[in-house]
C-alpha cells in the first residue's frame, strides 16, 4: 500500500461510491434524516457561487447531523453526536482555484471511534459520508484529519486507527457498500502497456492455476438462421463504435486471456475454437499413405488397435447435418501402445503436416480415454523453434480436441520442425497404454453446414458455439443441440459441454470453473460490469461470483478510469441459460460476466486499447487465482510483471550477454507499487530463436544477466524473456536481436506504441464496416528488430541491440557503435517518437561522427510539424537528422531511389500489406531535405515527394519516412539495407577480418 499521507488516507477510507442503498438510507424522505435535501438546497442556494463556498457548506451539513437518528431510532450517520467541524481545505485546486482535492479536520468527542481495526471502519463510514455530500462538485480527492484528544494532533486513518496487517474491518451485513467504493484521489494512471507479447510460453509452464480447468464461453458468433426472414448465416449483435461483440469477445479472450491463464498452469478449455489461424492441418492414425495432402502419420515399435472410437476426416468439403460427429461416425479408430517404459521410448507415434503458410498454430491431440491409459503421456512437439515436451493425461479429455500449445511453423520447412510425437515414455506405474488417434494444427475456416445455407466462409473461431462443440465431439453426449435455432439452442450447449467435460464422459471430476465472457449494449449511456449467477446458483458459483466481479471492478476503476468512477453495477441473479447450474451440474460454479457496454463511446474506446485489454486478462486470472485461494484457504502468488529495460550485447567470439531488470512487482513498502501487480519473480526464462518468430522451451536464469555463447557470425538469433515465479510465468517481452562479426552495430528499438489507433480494421459483409481486429503481431509484435537483423547479418556485420530506455538513460552508449539503426515504426506524439533524453544521445553521437539509419511513418509528423512540435524539436528534426517533415501522408506505399542517391537503381519498392509487410504504416511521412541533406528516396504514385534523404558529411545519416521492416519482401530489405551499409562504408569486412569470422 502507498504509504504517502494522501493516498493511505483515501485508501483505507475506500473513499469514492457508496452503495445505491446507503444513499436511499441516509435520505430523510425515508429514515428521518433528510440530508439529501439538504444538500439540493444548498447546491440551488444562489448565495453560494463558487465550487468553493458550495463545498464548505455541505461539508458543514453532513456534520450538523452527528447523532441524528431515523424516526425508527436507528443511527443514520456513523458520525457520532459531539462531533464538530474544524476547519476545511483545498490542498489541490484548478486553475480557477476551485476545489480538486478536499481535506476535512473532524473533531471527535473522545472515546466515540475506538483506535483498533473497527475503528478504521467507522472512519471509513464517516468519510464516505463527505464524498456522497461533495459528488456533484467536480471534487476529485479526499482526505479526512481525526483530531487525537490526548495529544491534539491531527492524524489521518492510518495514523488514528491503523488496520491489521492483511486487511481492513469489514462487517458482512455492510459488504455490498465497502466493495462498491472506489478509492479518491488517484495517481495517474502507470502505463502497463511494456513491451510485451500476450503468447503462451513454449513448453508447459507451472504456477498456481496448475491441476485446475478454465472452461470459458466466448460470448457468440456466425451461425445459420434459416428460419429468418433473411435467411442466412448472420453475426448476432451489431457493430458499434468499432466493435462487434461476436468478434471482440473471443478476439480478448483467445489473444489475452487464455495464454495469461495457461502461463500460470490451467487447461483451458472453450467452448469456440480458439485459434485465431485460418489455416487447418488435420493428420489422423489413418494417414499412413505417401504423398497425402495434409501429412503423414508413422509409427515405431508395437501398436495395435484400440476397440474404441477414434476421429474420422469427414467425406467431403464439409460436415453435413446437426448429428454428424468427427469422434463417433463408426469408421474412425485410434492405436494403443502398451510396454509402458519409464526409459527411453520403445515405440512412437508422429504425425507431420504439410504448413501450407508461415504462421502461429494451435496444436490439438486426439486420443481415446480409459483408466489404463498414461497420466503423464509423452507428446514432443517440433516446431521451428526446437522441440516442446508435454506431459497428457490421457484417462480424460479425450474424443476431443485437447490444445497442447501454440507454436510457429513454417511452410517447406525440414520434417523435424513441424511433426508431433507421441510415445510409450510413462513413470505411470498404474497405466499400461497409450492412444494416438490425430493430430490438428490451426482453427482454419467453418466446415459445419448444418441447416441449408452451406458453410459460413468464415474463420472457425468466428462461428457460434454449437458449430465448434459440434466439431470437438460434445454431440457423443446426446446433449448436443439438433433443433432449428441454433442461437438458442447454442446456450444450454455451452454449460452442458463443460458438465461433459468436466465430470461425465471420462468418469472423473476435475477441479475446475466455468465462465462466460460477453459485453452489453442498452441505450448507448450505460457503463460499467455487470455479473450474473442463475436462480440454482450453488453457494460456489456465487463466490465465483463475488471474487471475479470485485477484481475485475477494482482493477478496471483504479488502473484504466483514473479520472473518474467507473460504473459500479450489480451482482445479480438472473436465469440465462449459459449459466444454468442444471447444465452445469453441482460440482462445477459458473457464471457470466458483462464486461462493459460496447454501445457506449467511452466503454467500447477503452475496449479497444491493447492496454485494457492487459488489465483485464490479468484481473481475470488474478480473481481465479484468489477463488481458489479463498476456497482453499491458501496463499497461491500472481504470477509476475514482464521484465523491462532489455538489451543484448555481442560481445564477440560467439558471445552474447543479454540484460533486463525486473518489472513492476507488488511490494507494501514501494509508494509506486500497484496491489495489481503481481510478487516479484524468482527467475526468468531466456527464449531464444533462429527466426525471432519460432522460440525453443527457454533457459532458466536466477539473476537478470546472462552470457550465452553460440552466437554465430552471417546469422542473425533472436531472444525475449518472460518472469517467472511460483504463480507461474508472464508475457514475454521485446525480441532482440545479436549476431557475430566485424563490425560493432546497434539496432533500438524505438517502437514502443501500442495504441487502439494502430489496430487494423476490415469491412465484413453482413457483420460491419471498419471492424478492429485485435491480433497483435499484426500491428504491434515487438519484434521488429527480425527484418533490420536478418538483412544486416549475412554482410558479416555484428549486432548488438537494446530497447530505447537503456539508450536514453546513457545505460547504452551510442558511441561505441559504428552504425546505429533506430527502429521508429510508428511511434508518435503520444510517446514522443524521440524523447528529450533520446534526442541528446543522438546529437552527441552524430557530433562525434556517427552513422545513424532511422526510420518510421510518424517521426516527421511528431517532430517536425510547424505550429504544433517544439522548436526544441523542430531543431533537432532538421539540424540533427538533416529532415524536414513536409506532409503527413504520401497516399502510396511504393517508393523509388533517386538518381545519385545510396539507393539508385534497386528499382520500385513496396511497403504495402498486401505484398507482405507485417503491419500497416497507413501515414507515411513525405520529407524534404534540411542542414545539407539530398532526397535518397521519392514516393512514387499518392501525392508524390521525398521518402528518405541522406547526409554525407562529418556524420552520416539515413532518414526515412516510412519504417524499414515494412518493406515487403525479404529480398528488397536486404537490398536497401546493403546500400544503406554501403553508405555507411561497413559493407565489406577487410581480408584481415574475414578469417576472423570463421
Same mark, same amino acid.
Given at each position: 500500500?502507498?504509504?504517502?499521507?494522501?493516498?493511505?488516507?483515501?485508501?483505507?477510507?475506500?473513499?469514492?461510491?457508496?452503495?445505491?442503498?446507503?444513499?436511499?438510507?441516509?435520505?430523510?424522505?425515508?429514515?428521518?434524516?433528510?440530508?439529501?435535501?439538504?444538500?439540493?438546497?444548498?447546491?440551488?442556494?444562489?448565495?453560494?457561487?463558487?465550487?468553493?463556498?458550495?463545498?464548505?457548506?455541505?461539508?458543514? =451539513?453532513?456534520?450538523?447531523?452527528?447523532?441524528?437518528?431515523?424516526?425508527?431510532?436507528?443511527?443514520?450517520?456513523?458520525?457520532?453526536?459531539?462531533?464538530?467541524?474544524?476547519?476545511?481545505?483545498?490542498?489541490?485546486?484548478?486553475?480557477?482555484?476551485?476545489?480538486?482535492?478536499?481535506?476535512?479536520?473532524?473533531?471527535?468527542?473522545?472515546?466515540?471511534?475506538?483506535?483498533?481495526?473497527?475503528?478504521?471502519?467507522?472512519?471509513?463510514?464517516?468519510?464516505?459520508?463527505?464524498?456522497?455530500?461533495?459528488?456533484?462538485?467536480?471534487?476529485?480527492?479526499?482526505?479526512?484529519?481525526?483530531?487525537?484528544?490526548?495529544?491534539?494532533?491531527?492524524?489521518?486513518?492510518?495514523?488514528?486507527?491503523?488496520?491489521?496487517?492483511?486487511?481492513?474491518?469489514?462487517?458482512?451485513?455492510?459488504?455490498?457498500?465497502?466493495?462498491?467504493?472506489?478509492?479518491?484521489?488517484?495517481?495517474?494512471?502507470?502505463?502497463?502497456?511494456?513491451?510485451?507479447?500476450?503468447?503462451?510460453?513454449?513448453?508447459?509452464?507451472?504456477?498456481?492455476?496448475?491441476?485446475?480447468?478454465?472452461?470459458?464461453?466466448?460470448?457468440?458468433?456466425?451461425?445459420?438462421?434459416?428460419?429468418?426472414?433473411?435467411?442466412?448465416?448472420?453475426?448476432?449483435?451489431?457493430?458499434?463504435?468499432?466493435?462487434?461483440?461476436?468478434?471482440?469477445?473471443?478476439?480478448?479472450?483467445?489473444?489475452?486471456?487464455?495464454?495469461?491463464?495457461?502461463?500460470?498452469?490451467?487447461?483451458?478449455?472453450?467452448?469456440?475454437?480458439?485459434?485465431? !489461424?485460418?489455416?487447418?492441418?488435420?493428420?489422423?492414425?489413418?494417414?499412413?499413405?505417401?504423398?497425402?495432402?495434409?501429412?503423414?502419420?508413422?509409427?515405431?515399435?508395437?501398436?495395435?488397435?484400440?476397440?474404441?472410437?477414434?476421429?474420422?476426416?469427414?467425406?467431403?468439403?464439409?460436415?453435413?447435418?446437426?448429428?454428424?460427429?468427427?469422434?463417433?461416425?463408426?469408421?474412425?479408430?485410434?492405436?494403443?501402445?502398451?510396454?509402458?517404459?519409464?526409459?527411453?521410448?520403445?515405440?512412437?507415434?508422429?504425425?507431420? =503436416?504439410?504448413?501450407?503458410?508461415?504462421?502461429?498454430?494451435?496444436?490439438? =491431440?486426439?486420443?481415446?480415454?480409459?483408466?489404463? #491409459?498414461?497420466?503423464?503421456?509423452?507428446?514432443?512437439?517440433?516446431?521451428?523453434?526446437?522441440?516442446?515436451?508435454?506431459?497428457?493425461?490421457?484417462?480424460?479429455?479425450?474424443?476431443?480436441?485437447?490444445?497442447?500449445?501454440?507454436?510457429?511453423?513454417?511452410?517447406?520447412?525440414?520434417?523435424?520442425?513441424?511433426?508431433?510425437?507421441?510415445?510409450?515414455?510413462?513413470?505411470?506405474?498404474?497405466?499400461?497404454?497409450?492412444?494416438?488417434?490425430?493430430?490438428?494444427?490451426?482453427?482454419?475456416?467453418?466446415?459445419?453446414?448444418?441447416?441449408?445455407?452451406?458453410?459460413?466462409? #468464415?474463420?472457425?473461431?468466428?462461428?457460434?458455439?454449437?458449430?465448434?462443440?459440434?466439431?470437438?465431439?460434445?454431440?457423443?453426449?446426446?446433449?448436443?443441440?439438433?433443433?432449428?435455432?441454433?442461437?438458442?439452442?447454442?446456450?444450454?450447449?455451452?454449460?452442458?459441454?463443460?458438465?461433459?467435460?468436466?465430470?461425465?464422459?471420462?468418469?472423473?471430476?476435475?477441479?475446475?470453473?466455468?465462465?462466460?465472457?460477453?459485453?452489453?449494449?442498452?441505450?448507448?449511456?450505460? #457503463?460499467?460490469?455487470?455479473?450474473?449467477?442463475?436462480?440454482?446458483?450453488?453457494?460456489?458459483?456465487?463466490?465465483?461470483?463475488?471474487?471475479?466481479?470485485?477484481?475485475?471492478?477494482?482493477?478496471?476503476?483504479?488502473?484504466?478510469?483514473?479520472?473518474?468512477?467507473?460504473?459500479?453495477?450489480?451482482?445479480?441473479?438472473?436465469?440465462?441459460?449459459?449459466?444454468?447450474?442444471?447444465?452445469?451440474?453441482?460440482?462445477?460454479?459458473?457464471?457470466?460476466?458483462?464486461?462493459?457496454?460496447?454501445?457506449?463511446?467511452?466503454?467500447?474506446?477503452?475496449?479497444?486499447?491493447?492496454?485494457?485489454?492487459?488489465?483485464?486478462?490479468?484481473?481475470?486470472?488474478?480473481?481465479?487465482?484468489?477463488?481458489?485461494?479463498? #476456497?482453499?484457504?491458501?496463499?497461491?502468488?500472481?504470477?509476475?510483471?514482464?521484465?523491462?529495460?532489455?538489451?543484448?550485447?555481442?560481445?564477440?567470439?560467439?558471445?552474447?550477454?543479454?540484460?533486463?531488470?525486473?518489472?513492476?512487482?507488488?511490494?507494501?513498502?514501494?509508494?509506486?507499487?500497484?496491489?495489481?501487480?503481481?510478487?516479484?519473480?524468482?527467475?526468468?526464462?531466456?527464449?531464444?530463436?533462429?527466426?525471432?518468430?519460432?522460440?525453443?522451451?527457454?533457459?532458466?536464469?536466477?539473476?537478470?544477466?546472462?552470457?550465452?555463447?553460440?552466437?554465430?557470425?552471417?546469422?542473425?538469433?533472436?531472444?525475449?524473456?518472460?518472469?517467472?515465479?511460483?504463480?507461474?510465468?508472464?508475457?514475454?517481452?521485446?525480441?532482440?536481436?545479436?549476431?557475430?562479426?566485424?563490425?560493432?552495430?546497434?539496432?533500438?528499438?524505438?517502437?514502443?506504441?501500442?495504441?487502439?489507433?494502430?489496430?487494423?480494421?476490415?469491412?465484413?459483409?453482413?457483420?460491419?464496416?471498419?471492424?478492429?481486429?485485435?491480433?497483435?503481431?499484426?500491428?504491434?509484435?515487438?519484434?521488429?528488430?527480425?527484418?533490420?537483423?536478418?538483412?544486416?547479418?549475412?554482410?558479416?556485420?555484428?549486432?548488438?541491440?537494446?530497447?530505447?530506455?537503456?539508450?536514453?538513460?546513457?545505460?547504452?552508449?551510442?558511441?561505441?557503435?559504428?552504425?546505429?539503426?533506430?527502429?521508429?515504426?510508428?511511434?508518435?506524439?503520444?510517446?514522443?517518437?524521440?524523447?528529450?533524453?533520446?534526442?541528446?544521445?543522438?546529437?552527441?553521437?552524430?557530433?562525434?561522427?556517427?552513422?545513424?539509419?532511422?526510420?518510421?511513418?510518424?517521426?516527421?509528423?511528431?517532430?517536425?510539424?510547424?505550429?504544433?512540435?517544439?522548436?526544441?524539436?523542430?531543431?533537432?528534426?532538421?539540424?540533427?537528422?538533416?529532415?524536414?517533415?513536409?506532409?503527413?501522408?504520401?497516399?502510396?506505399?511504393?517508393?523509388?531511389?533517386?538518381?545519385?542517391?545510396?539507393?539508385?537503381?534497386?528499382?520500385?519498392?513496396?511497403?504495402?500489406?498486401?505484398?507482405?509487410?507485417?503491419?500497416?504504416?497507413?501515414?507515411?511521412?513525405?520529407?524534404?531535405?534540411?542542414?545539407?541533406?539530398?532526397? =535518397?528516396?521519392?514516393?512514387?504514385?499518392?501525392?508524390?515527394?521525398?521518402?528518405?534523404?541522406?547526409?554525407?558529411?562529418?556524420?552520416?545519416?539515413?532518414?526515412?519516412?516510412?519504417?524499414?521492416?515494412?518493406?515487403?519482401?525479404?529480398?528488397?530489405?536486404?537490398?536497401?539495407?546493403?546500400?544503406?551499409?554501403?553508405?555507411?562504408?561497413?559493407?565489406?569486412?577487410?581480408?584481415?577480418?574475414?578469417? !576472423?569470422?570463421?
Amino acid at each position: 500500500m502507498r504509504t504517502s499521507n494522501w493516498i493511505a488516507g483515501a485508501a483505507l477510507l475506500g473513499l469514492g461510491l457508496i452503495s445505491t442503498e446507503n444513499r436511499a438510507t441516509a435520505c430523510w424522505s425515508g429514515a428521518g434524516d433528510g440530508s439529501d435535501c439538504v444538500f439540493e438546497e444548498i447546491r440551488k442556494d444562489a448565495s453560494l457561487a463558487t465550487r468553493n463556498e458550495r463545498v464548505r457548506a455541505l461539508c458543514g =451539513a453532513v456534520v450538523a447531523r452527528a447523532g441524528a437518528k431515523s424516526a425508527a431510532g436507528e443511527p443514520v450517520t456513523a458520525i457520532p453526536a459531539g462531533a464538530r467541524l474544524d476547519r476545511v481545505e483545498f490542498p489541490r485546486t484548478d486553475k480557477s482555484g476551485n476545489a480538486e482535492h478536499v481535506a476535512f479536520y473532524l473533531e471527535l468527542p473522545e472515546g466515540s471511534v475506538a483506535r483498533d481495526e473497527s475503528g478504521g471502519y467507522a472512519l471509513y463510514r464517516i468519510g464516505s459520508e463527505f464524498v456522497h455530500a461533495l459528488q456533484e462538485e467536480g471534487v476529485n480527492g479526499y482526505l479526512l484529519y481525526v483530531r487525537d484528544a490526548g495529544t491534539g494532533e491531527w492524524l489521518s486513518p492510518l495514523e488514528y486507527a491503523p488496520p491489521e496487517e492483511g486487511g481492513g474491518y469489514v462487517p458482512a451485513e455492510d459488504e455490498a457498500s465497502v466493495e462498491m467504493a472506489k478509492r479518491l484521489g488517484k495517481p495517474a494512471r502507470r502505463d502497463l502497456s511494456g513491451k510485451r507479447m500476450p503468447v503462451i510460453n513454449p513448453g508447459q509452464p507451472q504456477g498456481s492455476l496448475s491441476d485446475r480447468t478454465v472452461f470459458i464461453n466466448q460470448s457468440h458468433g456466425w451461425f445459420d438462421d434459416f428460419t429468418w426472414a433473411g435467411n442466412r448465416w448472420r453475426v448476432q449483435r451489431g457493430d458499434s463504435h468499432g466493435t462487434l461483440e461476436d468478434f471482440d469477445s473471443p478476439e480478448f479472450i483467445n489473444v489475452y486471456v487464455l495464454p495469461m491463464l495457461r502461463n500460470a498452469g490451467a487447461k483451458v478449455m472453450t467452448v469456440r475454437e480458439a485459434d485465431l !489461424q485460418t489455416n487447418m492441418v488435420i493428420v489422423d492414425n489413418d494417414d499412413t499413405g505417401i504423398g497425402l495432402p495434409n501429412g503423414r502419420y508413422v509409427e515405431t515399435g508395437s501398436w495395435a488397435n484400440s476397440s474404441g472410437e477414434g476421429f474420422v476426416h469427414k467425406a467431403g468439403a464439409s460436415w453435413n447435418g446437426v448429428t454428424v460427429n468427427p469422434f463417433s461416425q463408426g469408421t474412425g479408430e485410434n492405436r494403443l501402445a502398451s510396454g509402458l517404459t519409464a526409459g527411453a521410448p520403445t515405440a512412437t507415434a508422429t504425425w507431420t =503436416a504439410n504448413i501450407p503458410e508461415d504462421g502461429y498454430y494451435n496444436v490439438y =491431440a486426439s486420443w481415446w480415454p480409459f483408466s489404463a #491409459r498414461a497420466q503423464d503421456a509423452q507428446y514432443l512437439v517440433h516446431h521451428s523453434g526446437g522441440v516442446s515436451e508435454l506431459r497428457v493425461d490421457q484417462t480424460i479429455d479425450g474424443y476431443t480436441w485437447f490444445l497442447l500449445g501454440n507454436w510457429y511453423f513454417e511452410a517447406g520447412s525440414p520434417e523435424d520442425e513441424r511433426k508431433v510425437v507421441l510415445t510409450n515414455s510413462s513413470a505411470d506405474a498404474g497405466a499400461t497404454n497409450v492412444s494416438a488417434d490425430a493430430v490438428r494444427w490451426g482453427g482454419g475456416m467453418g466446415d459445419f453446414a448444418r441447416h441449408t445455407n452451406g458453410i459460413s466462409g #468464415r474463420p472457425r473461431w468466428e462461428e457460434e458455439a454449437v458449430n465448434y462443440l459440434q466439431f470437438t465431439g460434445f454431440g457423443r453426449s446426446g446433449s448436443h443441440y439438433t433443433g432449428d435455432d441454433d442461437e438458442a439452442g447454442g446456450w444450454s450447449d455451452r454449460p452442458q459441454y463443460a458438465r461433459w467435460e468436466h465430470s461425465e464422459k471420462d468418469g472423473s471430476v476435475e477441479d475446475a470453473v466455468y465462465f462466460a465472457w460477453h459485453t452489453n449494449a442498452f441505450n448507448g449511456n450505460a #457503463r460499467g460490469l455487470s455479473s450474473f449467477r442463475h436462480s440454482t446458483a450453488t453457494a460456489a458459483s456465487e463466490a465465483l461470483q463475488y471474487t471475479m466481479h470485485d477484481k475485475l471492478y477494482e482493477a478496471i476503476n483504479t488502473l484504466w478510469f483514473t479520472t473518474e468512477t467507473w460504473t459500479v453495477r450489480g451482482k445479480n441473479e438472473q436465469n440465462f441459460g449459459e449459466g444454468n447450474q442444471t447444465s452445469l451440474g453441482t460440482g462445477l460454479p459458473g457464471i457470466l460476466l458483462e464486461g462493459l457496454f460496447h454501445d457506449n463511446a467511452t466503454d467500447s474506446t477503452a475496449y479497444n486499447e491493447p492496454e485494457f485489454r492487459y488489465i483485464v486478462a490479468r484481473a481475470i486470472t488474478q480473481s481465479l487465482i484468489d477463488y481458489f485461494n479463498d #476456497r482453499d484457504s491458501t496463499s497461491l502468488p500472481y504470477p509476475p510483471e514482464p521484465p523491462v529495460d532489455f538489451r543484448a550485447e555481442s560481445l564477440g567470439g560467439g558471445q552474447a550477454r543479454l540484460t533486463w531488470a525486473a518489472g513492476p512487482f507488488n511490494d507494501p513498502l514501494d509508494e509506486e507499487d500497484s496491489e495489481f501487480d503481481g510478487p516479484a519473480a524468482t527467475s526468468y526464462r531466456v527464449f531464444r530463436s533462429s527466426n525471432g518468430f519460432g522460440f525453443d522451451d527457454g533457459t532458466v536464469v536466477n539473476g537478470t544477466t546472462t552470457i550465452l555463447s553460440g552466437i554465430p557470425t552471417n546469422e542473425a538469433v533472436y531472444f525475449r524473456v518472460a518472469a517467472v515465479n511460483a504463480g507461474g510465468q508472464s508475457f514475454p517481452g521485446e525480441t532482440l536481436a545479436v549476431s557475430d562479426g566485424s563490425y560493432d552495430v546497434l539496432l533500438v528499438n524505438g517502437f514502443d506504441r501500442n495504441q487502439r489507433s494502430l489496430i487494423p480494421t476490415a469491412n465484413i459483409t453482413n457483420a460491419g464496416s471498419n471492424l478492429r481486429r485485435h491480433v497483435p503481431h499484426t500491428f504491434q509484435a515487438f519484434n521488429y528488430a527480425i527484418e533490420h537483423a536478418e538483412a544486416i547479418a549475412p554482410e558479416g556485420v555484428r549486432i548488438s541491440s537494446s530497447c530505447n530506455e537503456s539508450v536514453a538513460d546513457g545505460t547504452v552508449v551510442l558511441a561505441n557503435y559504428d552504425a546505429v539503426f533506430w527502429i521508429g515504426g510508428e511511434e508518435s506524439t503520444n510517446d514522443d517518437a524521440l524523447d528529450a533524453s533520446e534526442q541528446s544521445r543522438i546529437s552527441a553521437y552524430l557530433a562525434g561522427g556517427g552513422r545513424l539509419f532511422i526510420s518510421g511513418a510518424e517521426i516527421g509528423w511528431d517532430l517536425g510539424r510547424a505550429g504544433s512540435s517544439s522548436a526544441a524539436d523542430i531543431a533537432f528534426y532538421n539540424n540533427v537528422l538533416r529532415t524536414a517533415y513536409s506532409a503527413d501522408d504520401a497516399n502510396t506505399y511504393n517508393v523509388t531511389g533517386t538518381v545519385g542517391g545510396p539507393f539508385a537503381g534497386l528499382g520500385s519498392i513496396s511497403f504495402s500489406p498486401a505484398s507482405g509487410a507485417r503491419y500497416d504504416a497507413e501515414f507515411p511521412d513525405v520529407l524534404s531535405t534540411s542542414g545539407g541533406s539530398q532526397a =535518397a528516396m521519392q514516393y512514387s504514385g499518392g501525392t508524390g515527394g521525398t521518402a528518405a534523404v541522406f547526409y554525407s558529411g562529418t556524420s552520416k545519416v539515413l532518414s526515412f519516412g516510412f519504417p524499414f521492416e515494412t518493406i515487403a519482401t525479404p529480398q528488397q530489405r536486404s537490398d536497401v539495407m546493403q546500400a544503406a551499409l554501403a553508405f555507411f562504408d561497413l559493407q565489406d569486412a577487410t581480408l584481415e577480418d574475414a578469417w !576472423q569470422l570463421y
